[in-house]
């Protein structure tokens, strides 16, 4: 199914677009965001990482891939992407289902991908029907690992996955349907 553009208190998660691009490259170009992140990103980013990344996604979305691909945007601001979160839910590989990432400045005003990855798991339960996904970080990434347990992943155990800064000791979590509700009714 098509990205629905969804909403939380804050922000506006809005389909990934061609004109994002700029405002990727700018707040992704960050090795403090690209160091948590797996080996598969390029780093050193290149000057057009950002255009060839976009265009690449639209590319796959339009050949009929599955992947939901929302950038981040800040309600009542000037509509720029200031982070993205994706989501693969057929995907098998050890990265998991989904990815996020936050521009810096936004870092640690609590709640700000807490808020981005609920509204996501609500897509994937309620719109979707999936039964479960899985996710995983590297096991040095605390911030990630922190939305993931306010957000209902359960840890299943650790994976070997490269990331940036030398990190292969991953943690892998699932996330399951049933817990998403009963935490929803809570
Ligand atoms: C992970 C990331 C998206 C978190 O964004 P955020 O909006 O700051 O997240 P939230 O505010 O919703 O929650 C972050 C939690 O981690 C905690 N946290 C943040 N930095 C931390 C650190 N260095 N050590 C321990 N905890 C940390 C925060 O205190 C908060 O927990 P709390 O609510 O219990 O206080 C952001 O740090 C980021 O983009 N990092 C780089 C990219 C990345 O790591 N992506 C994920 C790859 S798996």
Request: net charge neutral; proline share 5%.
């Amino acid at each position: 199914m098509p990205t629905p553009q969804l909403e939380t208190e804050r922000l506006i998660l809005r389909p990934l677009a061609m004109s994002d691009a700029p405002a990727i490259q700018r707040h992704f170009d960050n090795w403090n965001i690209i160091r948590h992140l797996s080996t598969v990103v390029p780093w050193p980013y290149p000057a057009d990482g950002a255009e060839t990344f976009v265009r690449t996604q639209l590319d796959k979305i339009s050949a009929g891939e599955e992947i939901n691909h929302w950038v981040l945007v800040l309600k009542g601001g000037d509509g720029e992407a200031i982070g993205n979160v994706h989501f693969r839910p057929r995907a098998s590989g050890a990265k998991g289902n989904r990815g996020f990432w936050l521009a810096e400045p936004y870092w640690g005003r609590g709640l700000m991908m807490t808020e981005a990855v609920t509204a996501v798991n609500d897509f994937a339960f309620l719109t979707l029907g999936l039964d479960h996904f899985y996710v995983s970080n590297a096991a040095t990434n605390e911030a990630s690992r922190r939305v993931k347990q306010k957000t209902g992943a359960e840890f299943v155990g650790f994976i070997e996955l490269a990331h940036h800064d030398g990190q292969t000791k991953s943690e892998k979590w699932i996330v399951r349907r049933e817990a998403w509700l009963g935490r929803r009714l809570d």
